[in-house]
């Protein structure tokens, strides 16, 4: 509360500064990791300096190499924005030998986020199993697809707000503004989402891999299992052989691929069933990067859940 009350005082300082100084806006440096942190920030910033994004297109931030374009523009970044934790393990060394004193904010550090533990069991795997390459042996170790809960996305916008405005005092008023308009998109989006999904609500499905448990959790949907233990670790026989069961004992409707991801082992996981296939897409490899990609991918994602699955 305190820092909050901290914040505010700081804006009108501000504001007052500016109206007296007339002082001219420096750029803003600001570099982000993954699509909907990016759209996040680029949305709260609202045209204000443009937001530099790491890994583009359909890459993965677990397999990810840094290039040249984004070692310079790191290096040269006031603050950078990452989820945090284990997800982007690339970026370590990069802000450690490039730019130390960056302003560096994981998402996942901010207060009230929801942080999830990856789920256990044979429909997940078994409760040591590497995801993403690592073991379930750290504190840091969570579920970090942390932005597919609105919730979240939510208190990410008010910590983008401050962060920037903190970072440059004169537009303090113009990112608060903007802070509260992403908000009330963020809600009427729940709002929809939870009117798209109610209709499936106890349809049985699997996902690719374990990254859709906030969203889930968000629209109170329930996937059963995961085909794979990770992204980098294809399912062998024996899983394919076990899923099947699984698919045929719980009724499963849809088994969901993603994008950056082989669909013919879906296509051998459902084969000579009435199963269909749908694609979910958790960091919003086919979208555009820009402020609306993480509106249009949680909407897609809605809408595949509901065309699959109905």
């Not at 503004?177 to 963020?186: E, K, L, Q, S, T």
């Not at 629209?219 to 024996?238: D, H, K, M, Q, T």
Request: with cysteine; glycine share 6%.
């Amino acid at each position: 509360m305190k820092r909050t009350s901290l914040y505010y005082r700081l804006i009108l300082a501000a504001a007052l500064l500016a109206w007296c100084s007339g002082t001219a806006h420096a750029e803003l440096r600001v570099v982000t990791t993954v699509k909907p942190i990016h759209s996040l920030v680029a949305s709260v910033m609202g045209g204000i300096g443009k937001p530099y994004l790491i890994v583009k297109g359909a890459a993965s931030p677990h397999t990810y190499a840094m290039k040249p374009s984004d070692a310079a523009a790191l290096q040269n970044a006031q603050v950078i924005f990452r989820v945090g934790g284990p997800f982007e393990r690339f970026l370590e060394a990069a802000i450690k030998n490039g730019n130390a004193s960056a302003n560096v904010v994981s998402m996942s550090d901010i207060s009230n986020v929801r942080r999830l533990p990856y789920r256990t069991g044979q429909a997940w795997g078994t409760a040591k199993h590497h995801h993403h390459g690592h073991k379930h042996d750290s504190k840091e170790d969570f579920d970090p697809h942390i932005w597919l809960d609105p919730h979240n996305a939510l208190q990410m916008v008010g910590a983008i707000a401050q962060t920037l405005g903190l970072e440059q005092p004169s537009r303090m008023f113009d990112f608060a503004r903007n802070a509260a308009a992403v908000a009330a998109r963020i809600k009427d989006l729940q709002a929809a989402t939870e009117a798209t999904v109610g209709p499936i609500r106890n349809r049985p499905f699997l996902v690719f891999h374990d990254a859709f448990q906030y969203f889930e959790n968000a629209f109170n949907i329930r996937a059963i299992g995961a085909v794979s233990l990770g992204e980098s670790r294809s399912p062998g026989a024996r899983r394919i052989k076990t899923l099947r069961r699984e698919i045929a004992a719980r009724k499963v409707v849809c088994v969901f691929a993603e994008p950056q991801f082989e669909p013919q082992i879906i296509a051998t996981l459902i084969e000579g069933t009435a199963v269909r296939r749908g694609v979910l897409d958790p960091i919003g490899a086919r979208i555009r990067a820009g402020p609306d990609a993480y509106f249009q991918m949680m909407q897609s994602n809605a809408n595949a859940l509901v065309s699959c699955l109905r």
